[in-house]
């Protein structure tokens, strides 16, 4: 009879045994002794040991069976012969008797404590060397859910032994450099939580594309947590805003997503679990209530700070109770290892069609031919460098994956199986497209590209693009600060590792014209609108029944993603600024736009905002952003006012604002207004008793100084900021900004494009310069020497 302790309750483990259970047993044990107090619930269980995996491998002459077939491996021997072979050794081998009993006393004690005999239980695995800082073999082993009964529980503990040899594990392993004996398993036992009734997920304590610490990402879908980890379905998403949690008066859920959501997995009648559809009622609900993502991010920061790194955390939530539960907690693996000042960035040259679009993964770009697939194929049918389009991805596919130049999948969120691994092995994926298996075919030859945002693209072709490097650690300090242009939400957060001093200038008009979509107005007067736009705007507020408050959560959510990526430096956002013919293109908008014969020096800017005429839409742009600056506390929020003509017209504006929420100074708020009209230089003194600051914007200064019109080819030739009366006017707006104590910034092309540009700025004065990110560090360079010199 073994002496070997070989079955353990959560209670008596901690991070420290990982050798003893695995990380992901370990990992549990730590939580339930040492974040119990935090009040992070963790469901209770017990775990057997690595030893008492050694004492099974011992039984019946099983090692030397499985070392046999490695050295076949090794030999040349099919992966998926060996592997087979392997797992039908151990499924036939009985677990030695004194690990039956202590297993099935460890279970009989749970129930009791629980209250109730033979109770659920999930059954994981949990490898020895799982969640090492330098490897990562989280999913790589079986869990089986719903287990019951003593017999279950003996079955269920062999199949997650036999696990530990999947074609994946042994393939990961030998590429890895592990010993594939020196790897144990313990088995984790663990009452369940009936998500089944309610919902299940996944938690990520940092952005899982850009590496973004001061996020939270959680996922979540209806049922059982597999079919997000599998990817079976499309999850919910919600995104936290981590300095701004602790704080119970604010909303720090900067985003939220609305996934398909079509499939939950539950309890079966007979067996461990089924999967069926979900309802239409489901399918358009969101599974946790703002309460509840608040919940589960605090925990995550909890847990993150106790671990010391970040962290990828499973949840799930009772249907019984309503409680909520961690169920894993292990460190991340992949996006937390790369260097904090090492910036890789591809960018898209060429242009097609965009064929299939959906949730990027990663940042790169992929070219080559489809391959498309219903099942995992042997390697040797899958052409190296193709471009893998499939339904779904599981472990099975992996070695294809490996091969891929990329991976497009019709179903899967950011925690899918596919987007998991291809973080892993760097390659550009496309998970959640929905239909990707319906419109690409074999052969067509596409490029995948993930470097344009949280939304990728497969676009028709094999497109041009580049590729960089870019090391940030040896950046000068510049006295001028250097700034971003920002417009797309969804990309705010790949720039976060620019040394930027905050955003100086954020287009609300992008967020409106690729986030909402419809006009303003359209919303507060829908009866106005003909049936089809009535159709179209119905369609986009699906869920709303306050169409209006659509406008506002999305323009938000928007402008809040770009707040929070330079938090707490300042991100001046700039009010809409369509023209009218622009305007006239967002859904709905036709009744509510006039048709100018010159819309560049129409009803633009300021001018819209006071009007009868678009006052209603301007109230709502006040509303999205008061929401931002008070309820979710991004205070770092500036206003900026574009194409105020008159002084008068900014007093107007001042006012309405003010009758919104948003006076000048309350809260905080700075509002400034654009340099870009001659009388906003000649009677710069004024404006400085208006606005708290001015930002130039340099080609409309330059048309208006001029009388050229910017987008005429026939008098390019004729536009020039560095014209004199250009860089004269600049020179006098800074000169006067400042005897008022008022900074200027400008924000434009042109010092991108030309160092003697920035040289005079710098010059003159100018206390801020702001770019497009990809032109940043070339600018910081440009200022630090114009500083020097």
């Known amino acids: ?47 057997s040991t690595a030893d008492a995996y050694r004492e099974f491998l011992d039984t019946g002459g099983l090692r030397q069976r499985i070392t046999d077939q490695i050295d076949l491996l090794n030999g040349g021997a099919p992966l998926d012969e060996v592997g087979a072979a392997i797992r039908a050794a151990m499924l036939g081998t009985p677990l030695p008797p004194a690990l039956e009993e202590e297993l099935a006393a460890a279970y009989a004690r749970l129930g009791r404590e629980a209250g109730r005999e033979d109770p659920d239980v999930a059954v994981r695995s949990s490898a020895t060397a799982e969640d090492l800082p330098e490897a990562s073999f989280a999913g790589q082993q079986d869990t089986y859910l719903n287990v019951r009964g003593r017999e279950g529980l003996l079955d269920a503990c062999r199949r997650c032994y036999a696990s530990l040899f999947t074609d994946r594990a ?58 997000v980890v599998s990817g079976q379905v499309d999850p919910d998403e919600y995104l936290v805003f981590k300095p701004l949690l602790e704080n119970p008066g604010l909303d720090p859920v900067i985003h939220t997503e609305i996934g398909a959501k079509r499939r939950k997995a539950v309890y079966a009648d007979r067996g461990l679990t089924r999967t069926l559809d979900t309802s239409a009622e489901e399918r358009v609900r969101q599974v946790l209530d703002a309460a509840e993502v608040r919940l589960l991010a605090g925990w995550g920061v909890v847990i993150e700070r106790h671990y010391g790194c970040p962290m990828d955390i499973e949840w799930a939530k009772d249907g019984r109770t309503g409680e909520i539960f961690i169920v894993q907690a292990r460190p991340e693996t992949v996006v937390s290892r790369r260097r904090a000042t090492m910036l890789h960035r591809f960018r898209l040259t060429g242009s097609g069609e965009s064929l299939v679009d959906g949730i990027a993964v990663g940042e790169a770009i992929g070219t080559g031919a489809v391959c498309a697939l219903t099942t995992a194929v042997a390697l040797e049918r899958f052409p190296a460098g193709a471009v893998l389009v499939t339904g779904i991805t599981d472990p099975d596919w992996e070695p294809l994956m490996k091969r891929a130049a990329a991976i497009v999948t019709d179903h899967g969120g950011r925690t899918s199986h596919a987007a998991i691994v291809s973080r892993e092995l760097g390659v550009p994926a496309i998970v959640g497209t929905g239909h990707a298996t319906e419109l690409l075919h074999d052969g067509q030859e596409v490029t995948v590209c993930c470097a344009e945002g949280e939304d990728g693209h497969v676009y028709a072709g094999l497109l041009d693009y580049e590729q960089s490097e870019i090391d940030l650690a040896g950046l000068a300090k510049t006295r001028t600060r250097v700034m971003l242009n920002l417009a797309d939400p969804a990309a705010a957060f790949r720039w976060w590792q620019l040394p930027a001093d905050g955003v100086g200038l954020a287009r609300m008009e992008f967020v409106v014209a690729h986030q909402v979509k419809a006009h ?29 408050r659509y406008f506002t959560d999305r323009l938000a959510q928007g402008i809040a993603r770009i707040a929070a990526s330079r938090w707490p430096d300042p991100v001046i956002v700039r009010t809409s600024d369509f023209k009218t013919n622009e305007y006239a293109k967002l859904v709905g908008g036709r009744p509510f736009e006039p048709l100018e014969a010159n819309p560049m020096i129409g009803w633009r800017g300021a001018s819209r905002y006071y009007s009868e005429g678009y006052r209603e839409g301007f109230a709502l742009e006040c509303r999205a952003l008061r929401r931002v600056r008070d309820e979710m506390g991004l205070t770092n929020v500036v206003v900026m006012i574009p194409f105020c003509r008159t002084t008068g017209e900014a007093d107007r504006v001042l006012a309405v604002m003010a009758d919104e929420g948003l006076p000048r100074g309350g809260n905080g708020l700075k509002v400034y207004v654009m340099a870009e009209i001659p009388a906003n230089v000649i009677l710069a003194a004024e404006f400085a008793e208006r606005f708290d600051g001015f930002s130039i914007g340099s080609n409309d200064l330059t048309q208006l100084t001029l009388g050229v019109d910017r987008d005429s080819d026939a008098l390019a030739h004729l536009f020039d900021e560095t014209d004199p009366a250009v860089t004269r006017s600049i020179e006098t707006l800074i000169a006067t900004a400042h005897a008022a104590g008022r900074p200027v910034g400008l924000c434009g092309q042109r010092p991108s494009d030309d160092p003697a540009f920035t040289r005079f700025l710098v010059r003159a004065g100018i206390d801020s310069i702001s770019v497009a990110p990809d032109s940043f560090v070339a600018v910081k360079e440009h200022v630090a020497a114009a500083e020097r010199a």
């Open 1 to 47: 009879m073994s002496t070997i302790r070989q079955v353990i309750p959560f209670s008596g483990l901690g991070r420290g045994d990982v050798g003893l259970v695995g990380g992901k047993n370990a990992s549990l044990g730590e939580m339930i002794v040492n974040l119990g107090p935090a009040g992070v619930r963790v469901p209770d269980g017990f775990a």
């Open 170 to 227: 042994i393939d990961y392993r030998e590429r890895t450099g592990f010993d594939q004996l020196a790897v144990a398993l313990s088995v984790g036992v663990q009452l369940m939580v009936r998500s089944d009734l309610a919902g299940a997920g996944v938690m990520f304590t940092l952005d899982t594309e850009s590496g973004f610490p001061d996020a939270v990402v959680v996922s979540a879908a209806w049922g059982l947590g597999e079919t």
């Open 520 to 548: 303003p107005m359209a919303l507060v007067h829908p009866d106005r609108l003909d049936a089809e736009e009535r159709r179209r705007v119905d369609a986009l507020t699906d869920g709303y029944e306050d169409r209006t």
